[in-house]
């Protein structure tokens, strides 16, 4: 699943989520995904990319790990993409496009280890300079291979 858009985090004492992403009509935070998913437990072990800021951070709150990774590992994921600090538009739609052009043009051959093409998308920043390109994180096992069906 890929979600595209925008995430925030707030101080815990603020009122607000600490983490959430904001859908079109409110925003949503690990706990309500945590519900919602457990609905729907059983339906396999899908992953996700939420190309939007901050998704990628965790911190521990409450003595338990908590942010958008932790969370839906948690409910059966079997990997979680998310951007660590905020990032430009450009460059994130930029990283999407390689990042499943990659899986796209590998998996003719075989399986495909997500880390590799994640390492190779990370590359662009040489090229381009932008931080958005390491700003993303992996949750997950490191040797999660993508395969043909």
């Known amino acids: 699943m890929h979600f595209s858009g925008h995430g925030e985090v707030n101080q815990p004492s603020s009122g607000r989520p600490v983490f959430a ?12 995904w945590a519900a919602l998913v457990a609905a729907a437990h059983g339906k396999g072990n899908p992953f996700y990319f939420f190309n939007a800021c901050d998704t990628g951070r965790s911190q521990m709150l409450g003595g338990f790990v908590q942010g958008w990774g932790p969370a839906v590992l948690a409910g059966g994921a079997s990997g979680f993409i998310g951007g660590m600090w905020p990032l430009t538009d450009r460059a994130a739609a930029a990283f999407s496009t390689d990042f499943y052009g990659g899986i796209s043009t590998r998996i003719k051959d075989g399986p495909v280890y997500l880390a590799e093409i994640l390492q190779d998308v990370r590359r662009e920043f040489y090229r381009t300079g932008d931080p958005t390109y390491l700003a993303y994180t992996f949750y997950g096992n490191a040797n999660l291979r993508i395969v043909g069906q």
Do not use: A, F
Request: proline share 8%; charged share 35%.
């Open 21 to 32: 992403i904001d859908l079109v009509d409110q925003s949503l935070d690990p706990d309500t």
